[in-house]
């Protein structure tokens, strides 16, 4: 069962009023490359994994979908998506992502943003997955990058003036739980590389057709002086595999 931090009052309140919880996907500092790797969503059923605030439920939804189930464990990210995204072919559904089950071939795409790496097990979600993907269906996700998640902290190293000097990865190999902090808060995520993610969708059956590491677009390099760090090291992937 997946920690559930956002139901912790003062942590959703900081998770709130992050740019992305703000300012939805145009917030998202990754949208710009998720965005393009969708393929037709006209009449697709949809299952959204980690839904938080519903965006993508939305976005699916506007875009031709006929149907998506958002799932979420915390009950105030879904409180907030049946307010502000809470459109008729939308339907939340509160559970851990290592609990559900759905019938086989039940849906035509199954996304998921900066969820998995709060999963223990990723090799049998991606079996789960497979089977409830149509033949040719989608499963495109973001986690955290594993140079972002390997060393644990996640945080720079600085000079004594507070300067980032640079971005430690150590233990980069040694699969499993990190504890960090986020928000204030001691979190617990897994930490996988690059080669546990991609063997884990090819194992259960998954051809892969994309593989990004997303850096900022050019409106927030622009609109957000800090956001030039993000260049220095990759914060998240994204992969596009198919049935």
Same mark, same amino acid.
């Given at each position: 069962?997946?920690?559930? /931090?956002?139901?912790?009052?003062?942590?959703?309140? !900081?998770?709130? &009023?992050?740019?992305?919880?703000?300012? =939805?996907?145009?917030?998202?500092?990754?949208?710009?490359?998720?965005?393009?790797?969708?393929? *037709? %969503?006209?009449?697709?059923?949809?299952?959204? %994994?980690?839904?938080?605030? $519903?965006?993508?439920?939305?976005?699916?939804? !506007?875009? $031709?979908?006929?149907?998506?189930?958002?799932?979420?464990?915390?009950e105030k990210m879904l409180e907030k998506a049946r307010q502000i995204n809470n459109l008729d072919s939308i339907e939340y559904q509160r559970d851990?992502?290592?609990?559900?089950?759905f019938k086989p071939e039940q849906f035509n795409l199954v996304i998921s943003s900066l969820a998995f790496h709060y999963v223990n097990d990723f090799? @049998?979600?991606?079996? /789960? +997955?497979?089977? #409830?993907? &149509?033949? !040719?269906?989608?499963?495109?996700?973001?986690?955290?990058?594993?140079?972002?998640?390997?060393? =644990?902290?996640?945080? #720079? +190293?600085?000079?004594? *003036? =507070?300067?980032?000097?640079?971005w430690p990865v150590d233990n980069y190999f040694l699969i499993g739980s990190r504890e960090t902090t986020f928000l204030g808060n001691a979190v617990?995520?897994?930490?996988? @590389?690059?080669?546990?993610?991609?063997?884990?969708?090819? &194992?259960?059956?998954? &051809?892969? /057709?994309?593989?990004? !590491?997303?850096?900022?677009?050019?409106?927030? %390099?622009? /609109?957000?002086?800090?956001?030039? *760090?993000?260049?220095?090291?990759?914060?998240?992937?994204? +992969?596009?595999?198919?049935?």
């Amino acid at each position: 069962m997946q920690e559930n /931090n956002y139901d912790n009052p003062k942590f959703f309140e !900081e998770y709130s &009023k992050m740019y992305r919880s703000q300012k =939805g996907l145009q917030g998202a500092g990754e949208w710009h490359e998720f965005q393009k790797l969708f393929t *037709d %969503l006209k009449d697709k059923t949809v299952l959204d %994994l980690g839904c938080g605030y $519903g965006w993508h439920c939305r976005y699916v939804i !506007e875009n $031709g979908a006929k149907s998506v189930i958002g799932v979420d464990l915390s009950e105030k990210m879904l409180e907030k998506a049946r307010q502000i995204n809470n459109l008729d072919s939308i339907e939340y559904q509160r559970d851990a992502i290592e609990s559900l089950t759905f019938k086989p071939e039940q849906f035509n795409l199954v996304i998921s943003s900066l969820a998995f790496h709060y999963v223990n097990d990723f090799e @049998t979600c991606c079996q /789960n +997955i497979y089977n #409830w993907l &149509k033949p !040719e269906g989608q499963f495109l996700f973001s986690v955290e990058h594993p140079i972002f998640t390997a060393q =644990g902290k996640q945080d #720079w +190293i600085y000079k004594n *003036d =507070g300067e980032k000097l640079h971005w430690p990865v150590d233990n980069y190999f040694l699969i499993g739980s990190r504890e960090t902090t986020f928000l204030g808060n001691a979190v617990l995520k897994y930490h996988r @590389t690059v080669t546990s993610y991609i063997g884990s969708i090819l &194992k259960s059956g998954f &051809k892969i /057709n994309a593989c990004v !590491e997303p850096e900022p677009s050019r409106e927030m %390099l622009e /609109n957000f002086p800090t956001m030039k *760090d993000e260049l220095r090291r990759p914060m998240m992937l994204i +992969i596009s595999a198919e049935k």
